[in-house]
């Protein structure tokens, strides 16, 4: 079992930057591959990022490209989202999730198994 605790949200301007935190605790932290999601009011779950055990291989969707950057450590259980140039449209609650036993980065949401409680993130205009 992992829990999975995020922190990091707030408001921000339009411009600014924020960097999400999500500390992991219970089972061996560096055998499982994580990412970020976001849900938007009325929008469905998408995956934000996504990082391999080791952190050697990463992955951003196309809207967060360049803004964007996951990273972790291993030694102190926690990935984290650095999160440059905002845009209102990245307003959302931000999740991070765990995905057992896989090393790889994943993309698919189904592979990942626990999830943390969410940080709302909002930027204003």
């Known amino acids: 079992q992992v829990q999975l605790v995020e922190s990091g949200g707030g408001l921000v301007q339009a411009g600014g930057s924020l960097r999400l935190s999500c500390a992991a605790s219970?089972?061996?932290?560096?055998?499982?591959?994580m990412g970020w999601f976001r849900q938007a009011p009325g929008k469905e779950r998408e995956i934000v990022a996504a990082?391999?055990?080791?952190?050697?291989?990463?992955w951003y969707t196309d809207s967060v490209k360049g803004r964007f950057t996951i990273s972790r450590d291993n030694a102190k259980n926690t990935v984290y989202l650095q999160m440059n140039s905002l845009k209102p449209e990245d307003t959302a609650v931000y999740y991070c999730?765990?995905?057992?036993?896989?090393?790889?980065?994943?993309?698919?949401?189904?592979?990942?198994?626990?999830w943390g409680q969410g940080t709302q993130v909002t930027v204003s205009s």
């Open positions: 999730a765990a995905a057992e036993r896989i090393l790889r980065l994943t993309i698919t949401s189904d592979e990942y198994n626990y």
């Open positions: 219970g089972r061996t932290f560096s055998s499982y591959a």
């Open positions: 990082i391999s055990w080791r952190g050697g291989s990463t």
